[in-house]
């Protein structure tokens, strides 16, 4: 039996890779629709075939955005205006960001913006803030949006008028008490998830009826206990997790048969059929870990791979070698 020589292993291995990669997709029936539907990850706009979306053209003067959720063809942003003596027209939004960090820009004002994709290089700050402001969620259909403040404060804005809404203050004490998800669920509710001290709740779901802003409590999951590394343990099953039954849950971690942590806001066509999420594997010795964006398929129960986001291999080879083609794999 003849072995195989070394270059014919290399394009056997890339061609499954590239088939493999397709399948991801294929599998759903939806390319088209998976096309049209974009994804907010931590650092890019992506849509959920992993295509990345320019965005320097939201760029302006010296304004930072930093993404949060998008809707609509609509990208709401938490911005960071600076006061400087350095040009910054002309430099990369890299070298910005290393000038903020070592603090030779001085902050002037922080706010909520909102910019339309595509049709328009349009921005428009719709609020002040005096203080930095965190995981906002839009709501397309009221253009309310929410953001936590203080790590505490749950505040619902007008996004059209930038008008307070509705306020909540968590009252727990001790450190790390505060909401750590926040997801809508309908035009006039957030459903809420704390995993921190229960100094102040008995329960770690919550809801809120934004309208009045009343919080109630729903139930006490132990879902942080059956997730690792973004999703469900290899032997934990999803029965095992309280209060997966409910709406709450369902907003707040994708599905009940399979729930994650780091679900990214989206929007499109696919919305209602598909979510997203980031997954990841540890460094360990001298491998040094991977984060990437994947889908789920309520329809069928499939994940795929959508964009690898951070691995060695990346910074060397780029996007379309074995990062994509194999980005189901260690790599």
Known sequence: MKHFGKLQLIVILLI?????GYDNHIFSGARDVLKDTYIVDRSNILNALGNQIEIEKYEDSNTFYWKTDISNEKLLTICEEYDSTIDTHN???TKKLELLINNNIGESNIGVCKITL?????????LNLKTPTSNCKFNPSTDYFSCLHHEKDIIVYNGNTGEEI????Y???????NFEKMEWMSDHELALYDDGWKSSYENNILRMNVNTGEVTEVCD?????????GVLKEYSNPEDITCSDTSEFEALFGSKKWPVSNLFPSAGPADDRFYFYSRWIDSTGIYNGKEWTEGYDRKTGDTFYVSTN????KGIFGDLFIVDWFGWSWF
């Open 16 to 20: 499954c890779g590239v088939l493999w």
């Open 91 to 93: 430099i990369t939004q």
């Open 118 to 126: 595509f049709k328009e290089k349009k921005y428009s700050k719709i």
């Open 166 to 169: 509705s306020r909540y203050t």
């Open 171 to 177: 009252i727990g004490g001790g450190p790390g008490s």
């Open 221 to 229: 999951s132990n879902v942080s206990n059956h997730l690792r590394e």
């Open 310 to 313: 951070d691995s060695v291999l």
